[in-house]
């Protein structure tokens, strides 16, 4: 269900994007998960290694996250092998104008039902840096 409206939602909004989901490559995240247990990270950081190591299995040489992913993933070691870890920035604190404090972290559909399409296209467009 969720998958299905993301997917909707991106192609409503005109966004290029690749879903790898588990039903069609679940057998390469669990080959990842099983390469985690037999030979666990040094440092500890499974989860920089396995979004690391997922990255490399793509052959994506640039991973983008949400700003919570700042407290789990270790840009340099993405960096060290040859992955740029981004982090997007929404900036939608005006897209309803008048509200104390604004919506700093909507959701893609409360952006959409005030804005409309073409409005939130350009905010999507703007809302991020990389």
């Known amino acids: ?5 993301l997917q909707g939602i991106a192609q409503l909004l005109g966004l290029r994007t690749e879903f790898y989901l588990p039903e069609t490559h679940g057998s390469l995240w669990e080959e990842v998960e099983a390469s985690l247990q037999s030979d666990p990270p ?9 979004i690391l190591r997922l ?3 793509y052959g994506a040489r640039r991973y983008i996250n949400p700003p919570g992913g700042r407290a789990l993933y270790a840009p340099p070691l993405f960096s060290d092998h040859g992955v740029t870890l981004s982090f997007l920035e929404p900036d939608l604190k005006d897209h309803r104008r008048g509200e104390a404090p604004p919506l700093q972290y909507a959701s893609i559909i409360d952006v959409l039902m005030v804005n409309g399409i073409p ?3 350009a905010l999507v467009r703007r809302g991020y840096t990389l």
């Open 119 to 121: 409005k939130t296209q």
């Open 42 to 50: 040094a440092d500890g950081d499974r989860a920089s290694h396995r």
């Open 1 to 5: 269900y969720n998958t299905a409206g």
């Open 55 to 57: 990255c490399q299995a």
